[in-house]
């Protein structure tokens, strides 16, 4: 038996962390992060299918724990046994033991039979999401970020972002879902299931949001050193405010309007940074990593990892291994002046 004041204090400790779970799930950073808590179809046909197996499993582990204290609380005490023990039970075609298995097993196998079924009814329901008039993103998993691209017929449209989607609420979604080195898995728990990113194949995942909101996205297969860090943030606005940010996504980077944030973009455009980043509208279109157009809309820097603000972006630029061990972008040694011009710059580019 454990003493007395540890169970006490266990017991504490589990309501603290039972009372706290949604709260911390609520209050993260990137928006909500719950299976069960559905803001659309597909995430609420997982979760119809989660409480359907949780109340199936609950019951046939209480009718297991009530059965196995029936049996304790059955059994003769060693010292009423008697010396010779008493098989003439098993010689009986029907032994009541017989009987028990035979009905244990038939509950058992209807019960899988019955949640195979569900799951099977679960994955046509996922797949018969209508798709008419479908937003489609192709999302593109790199270590240890995601690329979003944003298709439209009007070439000149199209564009790209990073760690950050945009959907329309109550619309279709349709993404196709690539990887550029290792297998990652692309995961908003209040939307859709999980879905794998394969290098070399495609895959699509289909979602709808039906409430405004922030959803937290999570890489979900381990892809290395920053696997955990690898976040996003899927953002459902009602139709007028995503029109807005579509028009807004559309267009070319703003040109610096101050002396400081004109030597910003020269910092930035002979520097390191030009080798791989892009920025629409100027000379910097490498695709190496997050497009930053408009870096400065984004709620989050490095994947969810720091909040977008001027302090975490020039700890950022400075030193990344610091805060991302292992993130492939090099650090940035600048004099003050052309580091606080090239913030300034970044954080002008909405
Ligand atoms: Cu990407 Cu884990």
Redesign the pocket.
């Known amino acids: 038996m454990m003493p007395p004041s540890t169970s006490r204090r266990l017991a504490a400790w589990s309501a603290a962390s039972i009372a706290t779970w949604p709260a911390l799930a609520a209050a993260t950073e990137l928006g909500a992060h719950h299976a069960l808590h559905a803001a659309g179809p597909q995430a609420q046909h997982i979760a119809h299918l989660w409480d359907l197996m949780l109340a199936v499993c609950g019951v046939v582990f209480a009718a297991v724990l009530v059965a196995l204290l029936y049996a304790m609380w059955r059994s003769r005490r060693a010292e009423e046994l008697p010396a010779t023990p008493d098989l003439s039970s098993l010689d009986s075609e029907e032994s009541p033991l017989l009987r028990s298995v035979v009905w244990a097993t038939g509950i058992s196998t209807v019960l899988l039979v019955a949640l195979i079924a569900a799951s099977i009814y679960t994955d046509r329901a996922l797949a018969r999401l209508p798709v008419q008039d479908a937003v489609h993103i192709e999302v593109t ?1 790199h ?2 970020w995601w690329e979003a691209r944003y298709d439209n017929e009007d070439l000149s449209k199209v564009f790209t972002t990073a760690n950050e989607l945009h959907v329309p609420v109550g619309k279709p979604v349709i993404l196709s879902l690539k990887a550029d080195d290792v297998i ?2 692309f995961w908003v728990p209040n939307l859709a299931g999980k879905k794998d990113l394969i290098p070399g194949r495609s895959a699509t995942l289909k979602l709808r949001a039906d409430h405004a909101g922030v959803y937290r996205g999570q ?5 290395g050193y920053q ?1 955990a860090l ?1 976040a996003f943030s899927v953002v459902a606005d009602e139709p007028q405010a995503y029109t807005a940010w579509l028009a807004a996504q559309e267009q070319p980077a703003k040109e610096p309007q101050d002396k400081t944030t004109q030597r910003g973009k020269q910092v930035f455009m002979r520097g390191n940074c030009a080798m791989c980043h892009a920025i629409q509208g100027t000379d910097a279109l490498a695709m190496h990593a997050p497009d930053l157009t408009h870096i400065a809309s984004r709620k989050s820097l490095a994947a969810g990892t720091l909040q977008n603000n001027e302090d975490n972006l020039r700890r950022w630029i400075i030193d990344p291994n610091g805060v991302k061990p292992g993130a492939n972008m090099p650090p940035t040694q600048l004099p003050e002046e052309d580091l606080r011009a090239l913030v300034a710059y970044l954080r002008s580019l909405t």
């Open positions: 998993a270590q240890w990652h898995s890489c979900a297969e381990f892809c696997h690898m």
